[in-house]
């Protein structure tokens, strides 16, 4: 195997390092994930070799206010319907082809959301703390910047959030 290949993993993680969004977590959105004041590393590179995944942690532009940035889960991928009421959401992972959306439900207070292409459906880990995609609704695919990757402050509570996959 050529040498190349084996230091891809180091080389991209320097690279992503170097270009890495510093982001400090405000809020509480995010516990027990994310505390406030915890410094974190967002991989802006992670997303122009794969598409964001169900689970990962991260940073986005708002749909409303882009100069806000949210960090958030994401919940749902495209295709992918959604179902939520209150701080309670339901997820069908997709199926078949994709409808418009939202879409009102039978019951008052409940919206069914099915994701287009490219579209996300992010949520914070304390749904009673957290302003999210139930209530400004989805997300394109470019504004997300990137996945959580490493808690670096403070010092005593440094840990991955999840690493930069490799291809």
């Not at 516990?31 to 997303?47: H, N």
């Not at 999210?132 to 959030?161: C, E, K, Q, S």
């Amino acid at each position: 195997m050529p040498r190349s290949i084996l230091r891809l993993p180091l080389v991209y993680q320097f690279l992503a390092f170097l270009r890495a969004r510093r982001v400090v977590v405000q809020g509480w959105s995010m516990y027990p994930t994310l505390a406030p004041g915890e410094r974190v590393l967002f991989d802006s590179l992670a997303y122009r070799r794969e598409h964001p995944r169900r689970g990962d942690v991260v940073l986005a532009r708002h749909p409303n206010r882009p100069s806000m940035k949210l960090v958030k889960r994401v919940a749902a991928v495209p295709g992918d319907m959604v179902t939520t009421q209150g701080d309670d959401w339901r997820l069908e992972e997709a199926a078949g082809q994709a409808a418009p959306h939202p879409e009102e439900a039978a019951a008052p207070g409940t919206q069914v959301w099915t994701l287009g292409e490219d579209e996300y459906f992010l949520l914070g880990d304390a749904p009673d703390l957290s302003t999210d995609a139930r209530h400004f609704g989805t997300v394109n695919a470019r504004d997300i910047l990137g996945r959580a990757w490493l808690v670096y402050w403070p010092a005593g509570r440094l840990r991955r959030v999840g690493g930069p996959r490799s291809g």
